[in-house]
């Protein structure tokens, strides 16, 4: 399958990595290349996770637990978020909604 990302999923991504790195030294840059290394992922698995808010959501291990919010089309798995587990969920759903549907 294709992978395709909404234009707020890097910036998902830079925050999770800027919240790790507070939290120790070097800790936001191993974030991140774990968030990239499920994504690439997800070309093969997506589909066999559960679904949260009308969307699946695939949970990454430990140290990181992020959830990633995505969508599949046809041959297209589409990432609409990639939060940190410990947020907000009615934030996550605002932002998956808004994602999805976005104002014209």
């Not at 992978?3 to 939290?23: G, N, Q």
């Not at 990239?36 to 291990?61: C, Q």
């Not at 995505?70 to 934030?91: A, L």
Request: with cysteine; charged share 30%.
């Amino acid at each position: 399958m294709r992978l395709e990302m909404v234009p707020d999923v890097e910036c998902d991504i830079r925050e999770v990595a800027r919240f790790y790195e507070s939290k120790e030294t070097g800790f936001g840059r191993r974030a991140a290349a774990e968030l990239w290394r499920h994504l690439n992922e997800l070309r093969e698995i997506a589909g066999i996770h559960s679904s949260r808010f009308g969307f699946l959501r695939m949970v990454t291990p430990k140290p990181f637990q992020c959830l990633v919010f995505y969508i599949i089309e046809s041959d297209v798995v589409k990432v609409y978020g990639v939060f940190d587990g410990r947020r907000d969920p009615e934030m996550m759903q605002n932002a998956l909604s808004r994602r999805l549907f976005p104002l014209e």
